[in-house]
T-cell receptor
Framework: GQSLEQPSEVTAVEGAIVQINCTYQTSGFYGLSWYQQHDGGAPTFLSYNALDGLEETGRFSSFLSRSDSYGYLLLQELQMKDSASYFCAVRDRSNDYKLSFGAGTTVTVRA | DAGVTQSPTHLIKTRGQQVTLRCSPK?????VSWYQQALGQGPQFIFQYYEEEERQRGNFPDRFSGHQFPNYSSELNVNALLLGDSALYLC?????????????FGPGTRLTVL
């Protein structure tokens, strides 16, 4: 099966940089995604990495190292509205490409 | 362009009852996936529908069943409700392409089983 590990909570101040790490175990890794979910809201897609390297989308960047089974989401210039839960999720060929989510990291941004 | 919509928003049922949740996908999307999200946890994949057929299924019992209609909308049915079925049920729509991981989630249905 698949397993994903990410920190449960991170707290930072406005303007800071936060890195959320995600380590995973799969039999046939296909891709790593990141989703943001505000309290009571729907998860929204942030980024997707299938190949090693860094993907940048505005203030958010995502990194993948397939050899290390590791990825991270980097949140820069933190704003209060970035307070939310962030989930990493993997697709696995051996699991018919089903999307498996981690337990999520709650990011709290303080003034 | 309407995004993914779900109904109802909230639902309260008692053990043993049956429930039907509904989802309309984002315009143009042909694939609907359902997830269960317990409090403080990540979404857990229930199943996926494409062309009115269940295409994939997660580790959920047969009490969980679904349907997709010709207009791509979908229903999730849960029979013989248990207390442990209390959760946020999310619907996500997409195109059928594992290489494109963008799924659009609806706001969810909060199910409480008493």
């Amino acid at each position: 099966g698949q397993s994903l590990e990410q920190p449960s909570e991170v707290t930072a101040v406005e303007g800071a940089i936060v890195q959320i790490n995600c380590t995973y175990q799969t039999s046939g890794f296909y891709g790593l995604s990141w989703y943001q979910q505000h309290d009571g809201g729907a998860p929204t897609f942030l980024s997707y990495n299938a190949l090693d390297g860094l993907e940048e989308t505005g203030r958010f960047s995502s990194f993948l190292s397939r050899s290390d089974s590791y990825g991270y989401l980097l949140l820069q210039e933190l704003q209060m509205k970035d307070s939310a839960s962030y989930f990493c999720a993997v697709r696995d060929r051996s699991n018919d490409y089903k999307l498996s989510f981690g337990a999520g990291t709650t990011v709290t941004v303080r003034a | 362009d309407a995004g993914v919509t779900q109904s109802p928003t909230h639902l309260i049922k008692t053990r043993g009852q049956q429930v039907t949740l509904r989802c309309s996908p984002k315009s143009g999307h042909d694939t609907v996936s359902w997830y269960q999200q317990a409090l403080g946890q990540g979404p857990q994949f229930i199943f996926q529908y494409y062309e009115e057929e269940e295409r994939q299924r997660g580790n959920f019992p047969d009490r969980f069943s679904g349907h997709q209609f010709p207009n791509y909308s979908s229903e999730l049915n849960v029979n013989a409700l248990l207390l442990g079925d209390s959760a946020l049920y999310l619907c996500a729509s997409s195109f059928l392409d594992p290489g494109t991981d963008t799924q659009y989630f609806g706001p969810g249905t909060r199910l409480t089983v008493l």
